[in-house]
């Protein structure tokens, strides 16, 4: 047998065992191997995309599965209004999809008035931030809202989006508005409940 065949037999024979190996280990993909470059659960779905192992959950998957609630228990009007944290001014707000809707973008008329006189509109107010909050799972949205000024008192606050929902505590949202008078900055929070 030449030197030549002996070599060929060689490479066949180890090619043939490293087949085997790789059908020994089944078919686990790349991330059971420490693959940095595999891509975690749910990459490259839609940002709305509600299908899923951990639909409504976005990248949140270390929560573990929620229940989703009782439609029931979202009341079908998702508009609020209070004081703020230290009564400087009286906040109504409704949402553009009502009640809010579940993983998708929407946003809130804004409405700030004197804390006594509540027909009368707050000329030199601005709201300075807008945030949610899911106190159950120390996290808020994964987008940044815009505010815009309407008139005097009244602003539009576009691009809020709810992407976890749950039932109970597990799928409370607290808006919080941080309200700038000049003189008298003060916090205005409000619960939600998603989502329908």
Known sequence: MSRYTILL???????HAC???????????????????????????????????????????????HAAPDPSSIPGDQSG???????????TFTPSTNPIPFQETFALDVTVSEPKDHSK????????????????????MKVEPK??????????????RFHMQGAGDDGKWVLELTLNGGSDIDLFTHDLQCCR
Do not use: Q, Y
């Open 147 to 160: 505010i815009t000024k309407v008139s005097p008192g009244v602003f539009k606050v576009e691009g809020m």
């Open 81 to 91: 209004e209070g004081l703020s944290k230290d009564g400087k001014f009286f906040v």
């Open 9 to 15: 037999l060689t490479l066949t024979l180890s090619l």
């Open 19 to 65: 087949d085997s190996k790789k059908a020994d280990h089944g078919d686990h993909g790349d991330h059971a191997h420490g693959n940095s470059n595999a891509a975690p659960e749910g990459a490259g779905k839609a940002d709305g995309d509600k299908k899923g192992a951990h639909a409504g959950h976005g990248d949140h998957a270390g929560h573990g599965d």
């Open 121 to 140: 509109k707050m000329e030199s107010v601005s709201i300075d931030s807008v945030r949610a909050l899911m106190p159950a799972h120390k996290h808020g």
